[in-house]
Structure formats: C-alpha cells, structure tokens
C-alpha cells in the first residue's frame, strides 16, 4: 500500500487543496473491471463512509489489489 500511497497522483485523492488529509476521504478500494491485459482492476477512491466515490485509475493484477478492500457500491436512502 506504501507503494501505492508513493505515487503523487493517487496520493492527492486523499488530501484537501492545503496537503492536510481529507475528513471526508473513507477509502480506497479496488474492482474487478475487465479481462483486458494491464486493466483488469479499477482503483476507486472513496468519500462520506463510501457513499461518493471516483475512478481514479487502472491496474493490472499485483500484490497491491490483495491489501486493498474490494469495492462496493453503496447509496443513501432516498437517493435516485
């Protein structure tokens, strides 16, 4: 996970504008995405305990995706 906490980009999806970390920032989690060699997982970043989150890039299958929880989509009520 340090590696991947390493690389700027994804890094920056947890923090706010002033570098501090963002209250709202749950998580990040992965999904099975494809069969397509390199692309086969999402990497998601999660928001509000998981109830807003965003794609954030792709990745082939490593030792990384066995830390990191799988994601699953989640809705408050109400929400259409």
């Known amino acids: ?24 920032f749950h998580q990040y989690s992965t999904n099975k995405y494809s069969d397509h060699k390199g692309y086969e997982y999402v990497l998601m970043a999660e928001y509000k305990n998981g109830y807003s989150w965003y794609v954030i890039g792709f990745m082939d299958e490593n030792e990384v995706i066995k830390e990191l929880p799988v994601w699953e989509a989640k809705y408050e009520k109400g929400a259409s």
């Not at 923090?15 to 963002?22: A, M, S």
């Open 1 to 24: 996970m340090k590696e991947l906490l390493n690389i700027d980009w994804v890094d920056n999806f947890r923090k706010l504008p002033n570098g501090q970390i963002d209250p709202n």
